[in-house]
């Protein structure tokens, strides 16, 4: 079997700059591309432009919180298998509830460590068929 | 021996006199009698009584009158410390009532009767009724039955909450038994604690909201740390971009930790400010020094405009200055690079007080946001990707011209034309106002 020579792209979401800028120099020195967004409603839109294999996303964000941005992936049949992890600050659990509907397959917690968040990216990749494959 | 006719006529005399006497008698007595009523009908006129007789009625009518008097006075005397009590227990904001044994309502005052307004006309008596949650109510009757056994100083103290069945508003009280009698009665008292348990929520959002605002400084800097310690950042470029960003992190960090502080003394009222005279024309033109460079910078317009001299106030440089500093930097932060940033500070006769304004050529504040510019936390959606602050740094501002200083602060802006924030301080002298 051929690997695929294609880098997979993950869509880094959250309103803070700083926090983009590092998980993104980790993720491209593990050897992904990367695309970058600042609040849901930016991520939303980068994800009609581009090819997206797993989206990372904050949860407090202006204009589309993470939750509103998982739940229009979860909702959109174009981005099935598409898996949304989110980092978050937030001090609390989501409510089972609403974490089924949002369509997130796990949270990860700030402050975070690079090398945990990579595994974990790895890992929920292995788990899902390749989205360029299922289309 | 006595001669028989002389002891006839002796014996009849004498039974003559004694009928006299008593016919005299029984009219004396109807005499007096008839007086006495007289003496008690105020409107009869006494003057054509015999002088001793009218005496003695204008006396009688005198006593009863004091009588009828001292019952009148007694009466309302009675009656003003009844009302009186009344009035003081409607004056309390806690709720009270007098239940029986049995839970009957025997009295109450305005507020318990205010608890359920609606509920009230159906039957007042019923402990259900003033207290309207069923679950609360029998609570509080079992803890007042609880108490026929005990000590006759012991208090039961229970948490209540009601919800108004009309608007589902939730109200919540700490209701206090104690025993009135020895028939079972007792008296309830119920104190509102809804407001506790509103500030209680404000603080516990205040340390979820820190919390995260804490965290997120922290995240650049650990994952940083870690790169470096797992080799990932050989690379000069990239060790200095982390390394810078995990620097300003760290800087947001000590700012958000002081400016909690800050805020949280000055909330308590255990800031200690250093109280002297302040110059705010020098002042203002110290922080405008300050801050001219990072103007620069960005290409802005840092301009400084001071009214006359007697600018004094008396006040905390350094939170004075603090403030200052943060309308200033926050406008060299945000404002679109290329626009001017003016500073102004003069005399406002009208008010007394010396303001600071700073006036700015950017973006303006969505009409929506002004009123809530100045909460802990609040951000202007438009203004977040191009800086980020502690959240804080207006409510600061706020606390120290308001709390500290007795000031006011406040904020103008039309939306595409700039911002216009100023604040100010009662003037030292209202003479150098009007100069």
Redesign the interface.
Known sequence: MMEDPTPKTILVVD?????V???A??LR?AGFAVIEA?DGEEAWSCLRDAEVDLVLTDQ?M??LDGIGLARRIAGDPRFKGVPVLMLT????RLDPEEFAGSGIVEMLD??????VLLERIHANLADTTPRREAA | MADPASLAGVLGFAAGAALAAVAWSAWIRRRFARAAADALDPDVDCSTLPAPLALLVEARRDAVERTRRDATLGSRIAEERASRSARMLDALEDAVLVIDSTGEVMDRNATATALSPGRERRDPRRLDATIPSPTAAREILDLARGLAEADPTAVRRTAVRIIDPDDGNERDFEALIRRLDETGRCVVVLHETTREREIAKVRSEFV?QA??EL??????????L??FE?G?LEDPQ?QA??LA?AS??ADRLARLVDDMLDISRIEAGVARPTIERVDLGSLAAEVVEGLQAAAERRDLRLELHVEGDGLEVEGDRAMLGTVIGNLVGNAVKYVPEGERIAVEVSAEDLTRSVVVTVTDTGLGIPPEDLPRIFDKFY?V?RY??RA?GTGLGLDLCRNIVEQVHRGRIGVDSTLGEGARFWFGVPALHASSVAA
């Open positions: 309103d803070e700059a700083h926090i800028r590092v998980v120099f980790k020195a600042f407090q202006p204009v600050a937030r001090g609390f700030k402050p975070f460590s690079p090398r | 979820a919390s995260h965290r997120t400084p922290l995240s650049s800097i650990r994952a940083t870690e790169m797992e990932d990239a971009e982390m960003i300003e992190e951000r959606r977040e990707r980020r």
